[in-house]
């Protein structure tokens, strides 16, 4: 089994990226600066960072290096101050520094609690702190203690029962938030810049990971404590996200939850202007090739197999052939002769036939680290879980390209499941498709399975997958679908896969919206999914809709993707339909339905779903009164 924790050893010959960043980072005449480590999900983004962090705190003793993960301020009432308290503190748990800062790092504390108090966090900060006052038990910031000593006692008590504290507090330091907090940010910015000039150090990074994975709130609030650090001598951020999430999160503060919104182009001049101040060199992460996911695997199975020692002199020649290769595979040939006669054969023998698929899997995962490594730890498993079940005749190369449908196609995964169990496990379209396309050009192979009603498998990626050895042509499937039969409901992704790119986009779908707003999501932001992320946003569309199927909204969002003519919505919306009880789907949803059966390919599914059933939906559906 392999960690899916961010790590600093680098199987994926991401150091050049890295050494990219440091180079940058040790250009004086560069800083101040921020760069945005740009990268889908799962991409690799948190372990280049890694490699930065332990790489420049060996380079230089006077380089003070700070690790924020975004994600641990999610739970702050004020993640902004949050973060810029933790900078400073960096400063004082330094050793080295700590007595020569602290004089400035007590200014700078105080500044941030001022910065909270009047910026953040009235109900959790400042209303305790007020009722604490009343009593002398506290001493709050001296603008906000002469608001309050204006007012009697009883009159601001009756305020705090009553619910009223937070207006009160608003109209006591109005004034003082106008007039002060321009003020307070440029004297932080004063005194931050004599902190590292007392400090001594020659340059701060400051590295802040998991930005994608906060809330758009948060993720604003963070961006915020960064700016104001804008243009401080000798500093570095750099930021680790999905840039779609930080657009989304930008999206989601500037634009009205109303019609009538901002224009399509000025909300996103606005998103632009604001990621270009902010963001001076943004560096996209590149997608896997099919060579480097090869190498990737192979690589994972060494570091499983070999003990430590071997492992470290696997990675030396890695680094080695990386240096002078950058596009051929690095596999078993490239460090056999480092390797026993017992090592050659573990390594032989260990998931045989899974680089030699990384093809497919390059394909179907889309070149995704994380994915590949769970994929790769839940293969593991269930080929452990066949030797305790001393399952027969059991063929690894089978489990594995059974899998790569289920990751891929859970919608086509679960249909040889169906047509399997009533064949005895060996079903005879499986035959009848690899046969299909045996030796056909694309274009034949397309128009003979819409010929034969198959037409859901003439999807290339599809048929890629069919053509792979090795065939599934008479054999028995049983045992492979009993090692995931607690998947085939839901698929093997389930929610801890589901990119947070497609959380953000379905959670906005999700809000009380206009139609046409609704739309604009599904065009802009549904369609610029790649075709992996897409399943997903379908998948995780799927258990939603089943986790609340009693809710409308949920059937809508669907209604919403087939009109706009996406991909597989079709396919994945008569799949769920086909296993919730009618009895729960609210009947508003059946003249929906009853629009969308003009549809051919939902013509005649809705027909026979709701043919002999007496439920409120099918009572909407059959009604003529439209």
Not at 257 to 272: D, F, M, T, Y
Not at 366 to 387: D, E, H, M, S
Not at 528 to 536: A, Q, R
């Amino acid at each position: 089994m392999w960690s899916d924790n961010e790590t600093s050893e680098d199987l994926l010959g991401f150091k050049v990226h890295a050494n990219l960043l440091i180079d940058v980072i040790n250009d004086d005449t560069v800083l101040p600066v921020t760069i945005g480590v740009f990268g889908d999900w799962g991409s690799g983004k948190s372990s280049i960072l890694k490699i930065v962090k332990e790489s420049m705190e060996k380079l230089e003793e006077d380089v003070l290096v700070l690790y924020f993960n975004g994600w641990t301020f999610e739970g702050y009432d004020d993640a902004k101050a949050a973060l810029l308290e933790s900078i400073i503190k960096g400063f004082e748990e330094n050793t080295k520094i700590r007595s020569k800062i602290k004089t400035q790092a007590k200014k700078l504390l105080k500044k941030v609690d001022w910065m909270r108090v009047v910026g953040f966090g009235f109900k959790k900060i400042v209303i305790p702190a007020a009722s604490s006052y009343l009593t002398g038990g506290f001493s709050l910031v001296p603008q906000l203690a002469q608001g309050l000593s204006d007012l009697k006692g009883k009159e601001l008590s009756d305020k705090i029962k009553s619910g009223e504290t937070e207006e009160l507090l608003n109209s006591i330091l109005k004034d003082k938030v106008e007039d002060e907090n321009p003020m307070v940010v440029r004297s932080f910015r004063k005194d931050f810049d004599e902190l590292i000039d007392k400090s001594k150090i020659k340059k701060l990074i400051v590295i802040i990971d998991d930005l994608d994975r906060c809330t758009p709130d948060r993720i604003i609030e963070n961006l915020e404590a960064i700016k104001l650090f804008l243009n401080v001598d000798k500093t570095a951020f750099i930021i680790g996200a999905d840039p779609r999430i930080v657009r989304h999160a930008i999206e989601y503060r500037f634009k009205p939850r109303v019609e009538n919104p901002i224009s399509e182009s000025s909300n996103n001049r606005i998103v632009e202007d604001y990621l270009e101040k902010l963001i001076q060199i943004p560096y996209n992460l590149p997608k896997l090739s099919d060579s480097e996911v090869e190498t990737y695997i192979s690589l994972l199975i060494c570091k499983r197999e070999l003990i430590q020692e071997t492992f470290e002199k696997v990675i030396t020649r890695f680094d080695s052939f990386r240096s002078g290769n950058k596009y051929s595979v690095f596999g078993f040939s490239d460090i056999k002769d480092i390797l026993s006669s017992e090592e050659q054969t573990a390594l032989t023998n260990s998931l045989v036939n899974i680089p030699a698929m990384s093809s497919i899997i390059c394909q179907s995962l889309y070149g995704n680290p994380r994915q590949i490594k769970r994929f790769l730890n839940t293969f593991t498993l269930r080929k452990r879980l066949a030797a305790v079940a001393n399952i027969k005749d059991f063929k690894d190369d089978i489990l594995a390209k059974l899998m790569i449908l289920e990751y891929s196609e859970p919608v086509l995964f679960k249909q040889i499941f169906d047509w399997q169990i009533l064949q005895n496990g060996i079903p005879k379209e499986i035959s009848q498709i690899e046969k299909i396309c045996d030796g056909r050009s694309f274009t034949e192979i397309t128009e003979a399975l819409k010929k034969d009603d198959l037409e859901k498998w003439s999807n290339e990626k599809v048929i890629k997958w069919i053509k792979v050895e090795p065939s599934l042509s008479g054999i028995d499937l049983r045992d492979y679908y009993w090692l995931s039969r607690d998947k085939i409901s839901s698929s093997i992704p389930g929610a801890s896969l589901v990119p947070p790119i497609v959380k953000s986009i379905f959670a906005e779908l999700e809000e009380d919206l206009s139609a046409s707003i609704i739309k604009d999501i599904i065009n802009n932001k549904v369609l610029t999914l790649n075709d992996s992320e897409l399943s997903k946003f379908l998948e995780y569309s799927v258990m939603k809709l089943r986790a609340n199927c009693s809710e409308k909204k949920y059937y809508d969002i669907f209604h919403f993707l087939i009109e706009e003519n996406i991909s597989n919505s079709i396919v994945y919306y008569k799949e769920v339909l086909s296993n919730i009880d009618l009895n729960t789907i609210p009947a508003s949803v059946g003249v929906r339905l009853k629009k969308l059966s003009e549809i051919p390919e939902l013509s005649d599914f809705l027909s026979k779903l709701f043919e002999d059933n007496n439920s409120e939906v099918s009572k909407a559906f059959k009604s003529e009164d439209l």
